[in-house]
C-alpha cells in the first residue's frame, strides 16, 4: 500500500501550483499502481502546459500508454489536449497514438477514457433522439408522411 500523502507531497515538489491538479494526478498515479496493476507508472508535470501527464503499461512488454488527469470541476480544453498530443514524447521515444483521459470526481472515483485523433468541439446543439432516429433510416422528415 503505497502512501498517499508522501506521493502528494513529491508531486507539489514538480512545479505545479494547483493544490486541486496535485490531488486529481496523485489520485491517477495510485488507481493505476494499485488499483489498475499497471507497469512502469511514471508521471511527469509539464509546466508549459501547466499538466500533470502519466504514462504507463498494462502489460510488462505492452505498448505505453499517455493518461491525463482530468477534475470533473474543470472544463475539459480540446486544445489543451491537441497541445498534449503533439507536445509530449512517451519513454519509448514516441507520440502517443491516443490520449486516455483519466477524469477524476470528488469521492476519489477515477473514469478512463480513451480518446484518438480528430476529436472535435461541438459547435451546435445536438439533434433530437428522434430527428437521430429519421437520419438513421434515410427518410429525412420532419412529419410523418400522410
Not at 491538479?21 to 493505476?32: N, P
Not at 491516443?98 to 477524469?103: E, F, H, M, Q
Amino acid at each position: 500500500m503505497v502512501n498517499f500523502h508522501e506521493i502528494l507531497k513529491t508531486f507539489y515538489t514538480l512545479g505545479c501550483e494547483d493544490d486541486a491538479l496535485c490531488y486529481g494526478a496523485c489520485r491517477v498515479y495510485i488507481h493505476l499502481q494499485e488499483e489498475k496493476h499497471m507497469h512502469d507508472v511514471q508521471y511527469t508535470y509539464e509546466k508549459r502546459l501547466q499538466l500533470f501527464y502519466l504514462t504507463a503499461r498494462k502489460e510488462p512488454d505492452g505498448p505505453i500508454d499517455l493518461f491525463i488527469p482530468s477534475l470533473t470541476t474543470n472544463a475539459l480544453n480540446l486544445v489543451q489536449l491537441k497541445q498534449c498530443r503533439e507536445t509530449i514524447t512517451l519513454p519509448d521515444g514516441q507520440k502517443p497514438a491516443s490520449i486516455v483521459l483519466a477524469i477524476c470526481d470528488g469521492s476519489s472515483t477515477v473514469l478512463l477514457y480513451r480518446m484518438t485523433s480528430g476529436l472535435k468541439e461541438i459547435a451546435q446543439k445536438l439533434p433530437s433522439k428522434g430527428k437521430l432516429l429519421r437520419m438513421r433510416t434515410g427518410t429525412g422528415c420532419e412529419q410523418a408522411p400522410k
